[in-house]
């Protein structure tokens, strides 16, 4: 698809996962989140969509995870809140909201520069 919309956001949140059967000690991270929403056309205003719309659902979706310890924190009081993990929770909860003619094509999570973990579906 032709046109790619971006939307950036931070949180700051805390977390301690569990790796090799140990708990890491809790820590906190500066999260950065990428969503990406593609589409094959413009419409007549000559938007893929409006980019407000996006940030809405963005900010919705992060908004309980600010400033919070992740693993006291639905979903991830359940499961290991790894980036891999947000970025799988961000992207199905995001997936259903998208503006008609764009498609959410990934998320990306960020917890420390340089350590990106991507959730996407049907890459091309």
């Known amino acids: 698809m032709p046109f790619e919309l971006r939307i950036e956001r931070t949180f700051s949140a805390a ?15 500066d999260w950065r989140v990428l969503v990406a929403v593609r589409g094959p056309e413009l419409d007549q205003e000559e938007l893929l969509c409006d980019f407000h719309v996006i940030e809405q659902h963005v900010n919705a979706v992060i908004e309980p995870f600010h400033n919070a ?18 970025a799988e929770h961000l992207y199905q909860s995001l997936v259903g909201h998208m503006p008609q003619g764009a498609n959410l094509h990934r998320v990306e999570v960020g917890e420390a520069p340089g350590c990106t973990a991507v959730y996407a579906v049907n890459l091309d």
């Open 15 to 29: 977390h301690a996962i569990v790796i090799r059967g140990e708990r890491e000690p809790l820590h906190g991270h």
């Open 69 to 86: 310890n992740l693993n006291e924190t639905a979903p991830f009081d359940q499961r290991n809140p790894t980036a891999e993990a947000v």
